[in-house]
């Protein structure tokens, strides 16, 4: 049929027109924002995953150092691979 039926990772319905395939997830075009600050985002936006959600990169230079430090490692161990 028209699409695969992803279902938006945010919402939980099925997504109409165009998904957004970011995090290993579906996400409608409208859900995929900023968890922090809600700026809508597109795949060409730099964001970062923190908590299985997007972050922007503006939200992310705000989190303390130590946050930083423990996702910048937790990136480069799923890197690995």
Known sequence: G?????V???????IEGDVVSALNK?????CFACSTCNTKLTLKNKFVE??????C???YEKFPLELKK???????TL???
């Open 79 to 81: 890197g690995r691979k």
């Open 2 to 6: 028209p699409g695969s039926g992803d």
């Open 50 to 55: 923190f908590d299985m959600k997007p972050v």
């Open 26 to 30: 579906a996400w409608c075009v409208n």
């Open 57 to 59: 990169k503006k939200c």
């Open 8 to 14: 938006c990772f945010h919402c939980n319905r099925v």
């Open 70 to 76: 423990r996702l910048k490692k937790l990136a480069e």
